[in-house]
C-alpha cells in the first residue's frame, strides 16, 4: 500500500487547483461536505454570548501555553517520566521516524495499527515504516479508505472527504478478498470493523497523534468517535504518540475549555464518543493497556514560528478545520490540491514553517482575504493578518529586513517588484506623482491589452481620461 | 538529547511577548452554574445520551443485575465480561443470572485476547459519574475492570449512579479532582462507537461498542 510522498506545494499547485476547479464529482463532494460542516457547527454555536466567550477563552488559553512554552515543556516532560512514559524530542521528521524505527528494532516489531496522527502525516511515517519493511495500518475508516486507495487525506478531520460512498463501494470490492460491491453504509463500515479488528488483536505497536498535552499532570488528551483510537494506545503491548511541540496546554482544565470548542468547531458534534485521558503505562496491578508509553515531540519549522511573535499566532490551532470548512477555495479546490499534509487556511500558513516558502508560497496567495476563517477560529488566530505577512515575506528582497524565514523571497518576481518599486518612488514624491499620472491619463491608448494574470477574465486596467484631481478641480470651477 | 536543547534553546531565545497571564476561567464558569435539581441534571443527561444513540434504563441497587439478566438475553448475549473483584461485579455473581454466562477479566490481557476479541459478547463496567451536557459516562478504568471492557464487547453495559451528574466535563474534574490523583487512563465516553467517515453518513459500531446501555442505579429504591 504506497501513498504519495509529500509533495511540495510551488510547483503545480496552480495545475492542479485548475484540474480540481473542472472536475465535477469533486465539486459536489466537497459542496455538500462543506454545506453539510457549516450547518452543523451553526447548529453547535446558537449562543452568540457563549461563543464568543469560549473563543477568548480558549485564545487566551492558547496564548498562554505559547508564552510560556519551553517551560511547560519541560513540566510536561518531568510528569510524563514521573509517570513512566518516555519523552523524545525530534527536530526534523526523518528524525522523528527514526525515533520510531530504533523502537520497533529494539522489540522486533512488525505490525503497526495507527490511530488518526497528521503529525505522522506530516513526518510520512507510513514510507519510513514501509521501507523498513514493516507494515502500518492506518485504523481511523477515512485513513483506512484513503491508504487503501493509495492516496492521502484531503481534510484534516474527515480524510475520505472527497470520496462518494459509491467510490468507496468499488474500491472495497476491488482491493479486499472476498468483498461483493456494496454502497450501504452500515455494510462498509461493517467490513471495515471485521478486517481491522484481526489487525487490532495482533498489532506489535499503536500510533497515535495527541490534541492536547497536559503540562500539569503529564496527560496525553486524545479524542475520535471509533475506538480505533483507544484500540491503538491499549491493547498494543507499545504505545507510540507523536505531536507538535505547540500541543501543550497548562492545566488540566483546560482541556475541558478547549474540548467544549473543538468537536463543535470540527464536526459539530456536542461531543466526541471518545475523550481518552492517557496519564501512563499499564501498572503492576493492572490487565491491560501498554506496557511502554512514548511521546515524539516534534519540532519540524515550529520554533521559527514561534520565533516571530506575529506568526507564534499560528500555533495556536488545535486543529479543528474549522477554517477550511468555511474557506471559499477549499470548498472548490478539495484538500489534496494544496499539495501539503495540512491543507486551506491553516495549511497555507503552517506550511511555509515546515516546508520553507520556497516551497509553500503559492498556499499564501490561494486566500481571498474574505475573513471567514478568521470569523469561525475558535482560538482567534488572525489567519488573514498572517497570510498578508507571508505574501510580503514571500515577495521580499532575500537578504532585506523584511526576509525573515526559510525561503523568503521565492515568490519574488522581477517585473512586479520593478513595477512596485517604480510606483513607490513615484507615489512618494508629489511633483514626480503629478506629472507621472498627467502622462498616463493621457497616454492612455497605449495600455497594454494584455495584463497577465488580471486579464484572464477581466477587462484590462486603463488609466482614466481625467485625473482624480482634474474632476475635482473642474467641479470647483 | 542534542534534540531537545536545540528545540528548547531556539524557543528560550525567542522575543518575549506581550503578558499571557494564566486564563481566568471564572466568567465562563459562572456562565455554567450547577443545575439546582438532580431531577433536571438526570432529564437532561438522559436526553443527550439517548440522542447519542445510548439505552437507559431504571433501575435500583437490587435489581439491577436482574434487569442485565434480562436486557442481555434478549439481546441475544451469552457471553459477559465483568470484573469479579469490584464491588457490583461481586453482587453481580451472587446474583447467578440465568441464560448468561458471567466471564471474569481476572488475567492479563496476552493470556487470552483471541477469547476477548472473539468470544465475548457483552461486558459491564460501572462509571464513576456523568456528564449531562454532552450526556457523557466517565470511566475510570483500573485493576478491577481494566481499559478494555469499554472497547472491545460490541455491547457495553454500564451501571451509573443517578445522584452522580455533573453539569460539564469541567464540573466533575473539578469536584472529583482529577488533577491531584489522574489514573493511568480516565475516559468519558459518549454513546456507541460511531463514525461519519463514509459521505457524512452515520454509522454505529465502528470500532467499539454497537451498543452502549445504562443501567441508572437509583438509590433508595426509588423510580425518576
Given at each position: 500500500?504506497?501513498?504519495p510522498v ?5 510547483a ?12 465535477a ?10 454545506d ?19 473563543r ?15 517551560d ?6 518531568a ?19 527514526a ?27 507510513n ?18 479508505i ?10 484534516i ?11 468507496i463501494?468499488?474500491l ?7 468483498v461483493?460491491y456494496?454502497?450501504?453504509?452500515d ?13 487490532f488483536?495482533?498489532?506489535d505497536?499503536?500510533?497515535?497523534g495527541?490534541?492536547?498535552?497536559v ?8 479524542v ?6 483507544r ?20 492545566k488540566?482544565e ?7 470548542l ?7 458534534q456536542a ?8 496519564t501512563?503505562?499499564?501498572q ?5 493497556g ?8 516534534l519540532?519540524?519549522?515550529r520554533?521559527?514560528a514561534?520565533?516571530?511573535l ?7 490551532c ?23 499534509t ?32 478568521v470569523e469561525v ?5 488572525p489567519?488573514t ?9 514571500a ?12 525561503g523568503?523571497?521565492a515568490?519574488?518576481?522581477?517585473l ?16 514626480l506623482y503629478?506629472?507621472?499620472s498627467?502622462?498616463m ?6 495600455s ?8 484572464r477574465?477581466?477587462?484590462p486596467?486603463?488609466p ?9 478641480k473642474e467641479?470647483?470651477? | 538529547?542534542?534534540?531537545r ?30 443545575i439546582?435539581?438532580?431531577?433536571s ?6 436526553a ?20 442485565l ?20 461485579g ?11 454466562q ?16 472473539d ?11 456523568a456528564?449531562?451536557?454532552?450526556g457523557?459516562l ?15 464487547p460490541?455491547?457495553?453495559?454500564v451501571?451509573?449512579d ?9 464540573a ?19 454513546g456507541?462507537?460511531?463514525t ?20 441508572l ?8
Amino acid at each position: 500500500m504506497s501513498q504519495p510522498v509529500h509533495f511540495h506545494a510551488a510547483a503545480d499547485f496552480a495545475d492542479r487547483s485548475l484540474a480540481a476547479v473542472n472536475d465535477a464529482g469533486l465539486r459536489r463532494n466537497f459542496r455538500s461536505a462543506m454545506d453539510y460542516l457549516q450547518t452543523k457547527r451553526r447548529a453547535q454555536f446558537t449562543d452568540d454570548g457563549e461563543l464568543e466567550l469560549l473563543r477568548d477563552l480558549g485564545q487566551a488559553i492558547r496564548r498562554h501555553a505559547l508564552a510560556n512554552l519551553p517551560d511547560l515543556l519541560e513540566q510536561l516532560e518531568a510528569r510524563l517520566t514521573a509517570n513512566g512514559v518516555v519523552v523524545h524530542w525530534a527536530e526534523t521528521p526523518a528524525a522523528a521516524n527514526a525515533v520510531v524505527l530504533e523502537i520497533a528494532a529494539r522489540t522486533d516489531a512488525k505490525r503497526f495499527v495507527k490511530g488518526k496522527s497528521m503529525v505522522s502525516e506530516e513526518v510520512g511515517l507510513n514510507h519510513a515504516l514501509e521501507a523498513a519493511g514493516i507494515e502500518a495500518l492506518e485504523t481511523d475508516m477515512g485513513e483506512y479508505i484513503v491508504q487503501l486507495a493509495g492516496e492521502a487525506p484531503s481534510h484534516i478531520i474527515m480524510p475520505a472527504i472527497h470520496k462518494t460512498r459509491q467510490q468507496i463501494g468499488e474500491l472495497f470490492a476491488a482491493r479486499l478478498p472476498g468483498v461483493a460491491y456494496t454502497e450501504n453504509v452500515d455494510a462498509l463500515i461493517s467490513i471495515g470493523r471485521e478486517v481491522l479488528r484481526r489487525k487490532f488483536a495482533e498489532a506489535d505497536i499503536g500510533i497515535s497523534g495527541v490534541n492536547f498535552a497536559v503540562a500539569e499532570t503529564g496527560t496525553l488528551f486524545l479524542v475520535e468517535n471509533e475506538g480505533n483510537g483507544r484500540m491503538c494506545t491499549t491493547v498494543p503491548r507499545i504505545h507510540i504518540a507523536i505531536t507538535g511541540i505547540e500541543k501543550v496546554v497548562a492545566k488540566l482544565e483546560h482541556v475541558a475549555a478547549l474540548n467544549s470548542l473543538l468537536p463543535r468547531s470540527a464536526t459539530g458534534q456536542a461531543v466526541e464518543t471518545y475523550q481518552n485521558f492517557i496519564t501512563g503505562p499499564r501498572q503492576a496491578d493492572e490487565l491491560d493497556g501498554p506496557d511502554e508509553v512514548h511521546l515524539i515531540l516534534l519540532d519540524n519549522g515550529r520554533s521559527q514560528a514561534y520565533a516571530d511573535l506575529q506568526l507564534r499566532a499560528t500555533l495556536q490551532c488545535i486543529r479543528c478545520g474549522a477554517c477550511m470548512n468555511h474557506c471559499p477555495v477549499y470548498a472548490r479546490i478539495g484538500g489534496h490540491a494544496y499539495g501539503t499534509t495540512y491543507p486551506g487556511p491553516i495549511g497555507a500558513i503552517i506550511s511555509p514553517h515546515l516546508l520553507g516558502l520556497d516551497a509553500a508560497y503559492p498556499l499564501v496567495f490561494a486566500s481571498t482575504l474574505c475573513h471567514a476563517c478568521v470569523e469561525v477560529c475558535p482560538v482567534r488566530i488572525p489567519i488573514t493578518d498572517i497570510l498578508i505577512r507571508l505574501r510580503n515575506e514571500a515577495q521580499a528582497r532575500p537578504g532585506s529586513a523584511d526576509a525573515t524565514l526559510r525561503g523568503s523571497g521565492a515568490g519574488r518576481k522581477t517585473l512586479v517588484s520593478t513595477i512596485w518599486r517604480a510606483w513607490s518612488l513615484v507615489y512618494s514624491r508629489l511633483r514626480l506623482y503629478r506629472l507621472t499620472s498627467w502622462f498616463m491619463s493621457r497616454g492612455r491608448a497605449l495600455s497594454p491589452i494584455e495584463q497577465g494574470a488580471w486579464t484572464r477574465s477581466r477587462t484590462p486596467l486603463v488609466p482614466a481620461p481625467k485625473r482624480l484631481r482634474d474632476l475635482i478641480k473642474e467641479r470647483g470651477k | 538529547m542534542s534534540a531537545r536543547k536545540n528545540i528548547l534553546g531556539r524557543l528560550r531565545r525567542a522575543p518575549v511577548g506581550d503578558p499571557a497571564p494564566l486564563p481566568e476561567l471564572a466568567a465562563w464558569r459562572a456562565s455554567r452554574p450547577p443545575i439546582a435539581d438532580a431531577a433536571s441534571a438526570l432529564a437532561l443527561f438522559r436526553a443527550n445520551i439517548e440522542a447519542a444513540h445510548a439505552e437507559v434504563h431504571d433501575t435500583t441497587a437490587q435489581d439491577w443485575p436482574a434487569l442485565l439478566a434480562r436486557l442481555a438475553a434478549a439481546k441475544g448475549v451469552h457471553t459477559l465480561l465483568f470484573g469479579p473483584t469490584s464491588l457490583h461485579g461481586a453482587q453481580l455473581a451472587a446474583s447467578k443470572p440465568a441464560g448468561v454466562q458471567l466471564v471474569p477479566y481476572d488475567r492479563p490481557v496476552e493470556k487470552w485476547r483471541d477469547q476477548l476479541f472473539d468470544e465475548i459478547d457483552a461486558s459491564i463496567t460501572g462509571a464513576v459519574s456523568a456528564i449531562a451536557d454532552t450526556g457523557s459516562l466517565i470511566l475510570w478504568p483500573d485493576a478491577n475492570e481494566p481499559r478494555l471492557m469499554s472497547l472491545v464487547p460490541a455491547i457495553h453495559f454500564v451501571l451509573l449512579d443517578a445522584q452522580r451528574i455533573h453539569i460539564d466535563l469541567h464540573a466533575a474534574m473539578s469536584a472529583e479532582a482529577w488533577a491531584t490523583r489522574m489514573p493511568t487512563n480516565a475516559l468519558v465516553i459518549s454513546g456507541p462507537s460511531k463514525t461519519a467517515d463514509i459521505q457524512q453518513t452515520l454509522a454505529y459500531g465502528a470500532h467499539g461498542p454497537r451498543e452502549l446501555i445504562v443501567l441508572l442505579r437509583h438509590a433508595n429504591g426509588g423510580q425518576p
